[in-house]
């Protein structure tokens, strides 16, 4: 480098071109889901099982399974029958959801394809645990896909068996889980 010469530089401006991740400690919040919520919902399990479980199943399982949450009707009588919360990040869009019913199944946990490893599980999980043990019940159960079983298994839910459950026309590999509460 020539003498002198440092006074021409600019100054390198670097972009970052990966997509905005979210923060790892986020304020997200939860809430009570309702009928209008259905439309969010609909999106929100097409695009994590399109795109989250795509992981471990084939393109045509993962399709397959995604084409069950396109009956509004399935959704609403989904909501009626379990207890739903839904995590809201700081924008209060929701970023998951789950269920649990009062026999101590949990139905569902889903957090949108970009929330991924970011709590948002975690915090729903404790939820409806929190649920089951209002409703009184002992033990939690879950039929829980191939992607999300380290998730369960981490947070001392046991395997009982391995089954092929049917989505709409075929048949996928799941998990029956459990997990025994100390009321």
């Not at 739903?84 to 139905?107: C, K, P, Q, T, W």
């Not at 949108?112 to 975690?122: E, F, P």
């Not at 039929?143 to 369960?152: D, G, K, Y």
């Not at 391995?162 to 590999?173: D, G, I, M, P, Y």
């Amino acid at each position: 480098m020539r003498k002198g010469s440092e006074s021409h530089h600019r100054p390198i401006v670097v972009r970052n071109s990966c997509p905005k991740t979210p923060p790892l400690h986020p304020q997200y919040r939860l809430r009570k889901l309702s009928t209008e919520d259905i439309p969010v919902l609909q999106t929100l399990f097409r695009e994590t099982v399109l795109h989250v479980n795509a992981r471990d199943y084939t393109r045509e399982e993962v399709e397959d399974w995604a084409s069950c949450g396109e009956s509004a009707e399935h959704m609403k009588d989904l909501l009626a029958r379990n207890d739903h919360v839904a995590a809201l990040n700081e924008r209060d869009e929701i970023i998951g959801f789950s269920s649990m019913n009062a026999e101590g199944y949990l139905h569902s946990l889903f957090v949108h394809k970009d929330y991924q490893r970011a709590g948002v599980g975690s915090l729903l999980l404790t939820a409806v645990e929190k649920k089951a043990r209002e409703y009184g019940v002992a033990e939690i159960t879950s039929e829980v896909s191939l992607t999300a079983r380290p998730f369960f298994a981490k947070r001392g839910y046991e395997m009982m068996k391995v089954q092929k459950r049917r989505a709409n026309r075929l048949e996928l590999t799941n998990f029956v889980m459990r997990k025994r509460l100390n009321n």
